[in-house]
Nanobody
Framework: QVQLVESGGGLVQPGGSRILSCVVS????????WAWYRQAPGSQRELVAR????????YLDSDKENRFTISRDNTVNTVSLHMHHLRPDDTAVYYC??????????WGQGTQVTVSS
């Protein structure tokens, strides 16, 4: 059973930074692609960024690529999202996601990020 536990959410001022972490257990971490999604109130869940087994990264769009950085540490089974220049429209619940071709996607419970002054 793959378990994902996110942390790092909270209230941050516009223009600020935040680091989200996702600690994974119960999986062969290095064989998964990991991703961060987010869901704002009234909106569908959307991909923010994904990092593949070889470290290659994908960002949904250039805006996220310019402000966010996804990383993984296979030694401590952790995937992180560094977020900078945060804006109110980044307010959302952020979810960690694990994907491997032979399994159903795994999800964390989410962590709330609120960008407000």
């Amino acid at each position: 059973q793959v378990q994902l536990v996110e942390s790092g959410g909270g209230l941050v001022q516009p223009g600020g930074s935040r680091i989200l972490s996702c600690v994974v257990s119960g999986s062969d971490f290095s064989t998964y692609a990991w991703a961060w999604y987010r869901q704002a109130p009234g909106s569908q869940r959307e991909l923010v960024a994904r990092i593949f087994e070889d470290g290659t990264t994908f960002y949904l769009d250039s805006d996220k690529e310019n402000r966010f950085t996804i990383s993984r540490d296979n030694t401590v089974n952790t995937v992180s999202l560094h977020m900078h220049h945060l804006r109110p429209d980044d307010t959302a619940v952020y979810y960690c996601n694990g994907r491997r071709a032979d399994q159903v996607d795994s999800w964390g419970q989410g962590t709330q990020v609120t960008v407000s002054s």
